[in-house]
């Protein structure tokens, strides 16, 4: 079992920026590919990013590509996406996920373990 807890969400104007941040726990860190989901009321859950389990490749939805980056730390279980430019768009519930596999994988049925979402709110 891997634990995942979302934190650093919050109300930023557009235009700004925000880090999120991602704390695992249970099993080793490392042996899992990592993603970024969001969901907005009304709307299905949407891939934002993913990242494999040495870092070395991520993949971006193409709203974000060039405003938000996905990172990890394998010595602290700990992964991150830092969004820059927000727009009133990126308004949504921020998910992380985990699955055991070094494939970067878009859909999130194919994840295996969930946090509990971070709210994210750009004003216009």
């Known amino acids: 079992q891997v634990q995942l807890v979302e934190s650093g969400g919050g109300l930023v104007q557009a235009g700004g920026s925000l880090r999120l941040s991602c704390a695992a726990s249970?099993?080793?860190?490392?042996?899992?590919?990592m993603g970024w989901f969001r969901q907005a009321p009304g709307k299905e859950r949407e891939f934002v990013a993913a990242i494999s389990w040495s870092g070395g490749n991520a993949v971006y939805r193409d709203s974000v590509k060039g405003r938000f980056a996905i990172s990890r730390n394998n010595a602290t279980n700990t992964m991150y996406l830092q969004m820059n430019s927000l727009k009133p768009e990126d308004t949504a519930v921020y998910f992380c996920?985990?699955?055991?596999?070094?494939?970067?994988?878009?859909?999130?049925?194919?994840?295996?373990?969930w946090g509990q979402g971070t709210q994210v709110t750009v004003s216009s």
């Open positions: 996920a985990a699955v055991i596999s070094d494939m970067l994988f878009l859909l999130p049925e194919l994840y295996h373990y």
């Open positions: 249970g099993r080793t860190f490392s042996n899992y590919a």
